[in-house]
């Protein structure tokens, strides 16, 4: 991040020990964020192989994300554009089918003071249920019911299902999401990237 402020916030976080005895390992908060991007993505929680690695997105997910932006992965990761902050910054470990939902600790601590951080957001993608709870609550039937009704807060939120290959069915059963609703988020990306 460029703002001294904002710095101090990032460490701040990155020393976060709120829920450290929920977790399955160790405390590792995985985000993006720089005061200047104009895209935010807001997930769900890092996987497995985001806490490995520490990058978010770097699995299959993001690699399906990256082709639903129609970015590549040098720009992604540009913090200048992409602001990536999760619902949860750790990996909350495996739950009944997937992985746990996002410890809720972190929204509550953090999410307000990081989002007035970033005063440069045009966009923000809203992957998944938990996301979708806090940054759009007007859609109470869930993820399908967003996405399907998606111009109702386009051009500055998007709702999206989250792109988790474990949502392969729902891709097919809503196949007009590729077909209509990409092409438009693509060129908005690209816009605001231009």
């Not at 964020?33 to 997930?43: E, F, K, N, P, Q």
């Not at 399906?64 to 602001?83: K, Q």
């Not at 902050?85 to 972190?106: I, L, N």
């Amino acid at each position: 991040m460029v703002a001294s402020h904002s710095e101090t916030l990032l460490q701040r976080i990155h020393a976060c020990q709120i829920c450290s005895q929920q977790l399955p390992l160790h405390p590792k908060p995985i985000l993006q964020v720089d005061s200047r991007a104009t895209i935010l993505i807001a997930g769900q929680a890092p996987g497995r192989k985001a806490h490995d690695s520490g990058v978010p997105f770097d699995d299959a997910s993001g690699d399906r994300l990256r082709a639903w932006l129609g970015v590549d992965r040098e720009t992604f990761y540009d913090a200048r554009h992409f602001a990536i902050v999760p619902m949860g910054f750790c990996y909350p470990g495996k739950g009944s089918s997937g992985d746990a939902p996002p410890r809720p600790e972190c929204a509550e601590q953090w999410r307000r003071p990081l989002l007035e951080a970033l005063p440069n957001i045009q966009l923000t993608v809203v992957l998944g249920k938990f996301a979708l709870a806090y940054h759009l609550p007007q859609f109470k039937g869930g993820v399908t019911e967003a996405v399907q009704n998606w111009q109702q807060v386009w051009p500055r939120y998007l709702p999206l299902p989250h792109p988790s290959p474990r949502n392969q069915a729902w891709f097919k059963r809503n196949a007009w999401f590729e077909a209509v609703l990409l092409p438009r988020l693509q060129q908005r990306v690209g816009a605001l990237l231009g």
